[in-house]
């Protein structure tokens, strides 16, 4: 009894016929391998587009990151120079005032010593030594 019923028993190929049967196989398996190759290129391809995308990505909010870290120092040197120059122009007013106060005790102190007499009107306001005499709602300049 034959071992494989549904084949046909092998027989010998002749040198050519085998030759001709190893180089269609090799032919098969080689369009195999370039079909395989060609789908391996194209994923090889697409991984390349997407880690240029990536890459020009990354550059992109690198340049975005230090652009908002320089207008941050810029917005931070502006806010302190505008500081300075606020208390720069306070420190020059509170000058201003403390001249104005010190005119106006002038022009008050010899009229008084002038009369004899203060004010009308400055009963219980003070006196010039204990610097009562304020004057308020005068108009700067």
């Known amino acids: 009894t034959p071992k494989n019923p549904n084949k046909t028993p092998k027989i010998p190929l002749c040198p050519q016929e085998r030759l001709r049967q190893l180089q269609e196989e090799q032919e098969k398996q080689r369009g195999q391998l370039e079909a395989e190759l060609g789908r391996l290129q194209a994923?090889?391809?697409?991984?390349?587009?997407?880690?240029?995308?990536?890459?020009?990505?990354?550059?992109?909010?690198?340049?975005?990151?230090?652009?908002?870290?320089?207008?941050?120092?810029?917005?931070?040197?502006?806010?302190?120079?505008?500081?300075?120059?606020?208390?720069?122009?306070?420190?020059?007013?509170?000058?201003?005032?403390?001249?104005?106060?010190?005119?106006?005790?002038?022009?008050?102190v010899p009229s008084r010593a002038r009369s004899g007499q203060g004010h009308p009107g400055t009963a219980g306001r003070g006196t010039p030594k204990s610097g009562g005499y304020r004057v308020t709602g005068l108009p700067a300049g």
């Open 43 to 108: 994923a090889l391809g697409e991984e390349q587009q997407l880690r240029e995308l990536h890459e020009a990505e990354g550059r992109n909010l690198r340049q975005e990151l230090k652009d908002v870290q320089d207008g941050q120092r810029i917005l931070e040197k502006k806010g302190s120079a505008a500081l300075k120059d606020l208390r720069r122009q306070l420190q020059l007013e509170r000058r201003r005032g403390e001249k104005l106060q010190e005119r106006l005790q002038e022009l008050l």
